[in-house]
């Protein structure tokens, strides 16, 4: 199973970013999808995920209200909207897969990762 983040970038404080996440999973309408990040010098931690159909979504403290986790499962893509950037979003983003359909927060749970994007926020 692959999958591909792409929608990162260099943004000012304040501004917004999308980021999206698209894999060859032929069940992917069965995972459940988060997104995690890495910032320099510190340890992944977990942004926002969602359950397999959608109805279900999770958040760091860190990020809610700003942040919005999205899945288009006929595309076979999950998004992140970000708005409302601060300089301490900066970093590595991550989608991951839990092929079992749980919604978690630990990313031992999960079983597939993307590559990653760059998330640069300037103040």
């Known amino acids: 199973v692959q999958l591909q983040a792409s929608g990162g970038g260099l943004v000012q404080s304040g501004g917004s970013l999308r980021l999206s996440c698209v894999t060859s999973?032929?069940?992917?309408?069965?995972?459940?999808m988060a997104w995690f990040r890495q910032a320099p010098g510190k340890e992944r931690e977990f942004v926002a995920g969602i359950s397999w159909s959608g109805g279900s979504s999770l958040y760091a403290d860190s990020v809610t209200g700003r942040f919005t986790i999205s899945r288009d499962n006929a595309k076979k893509t999950v998004n992140l909207q970000m708005n409302s950037l601060k300089p301490e979003d900066t970093a590595v983003y991550y989608c991951?897969?839990?092929?079992?359909?749980?919604?978690?927060?630990?990313?031992?749970?999960?079983?597939?990762w993307g590559q990653g994007t760059q998330v640069t926020v300037s103040s």
């Open positions: 991951a897969a839990e092929v079992r359909g749980k919604l978690v927060r630990s990313s031992y749970e999960y079983d597939y």
């Open positions: 999973a032929r069940t992917f309408y069965n995972y459940a």
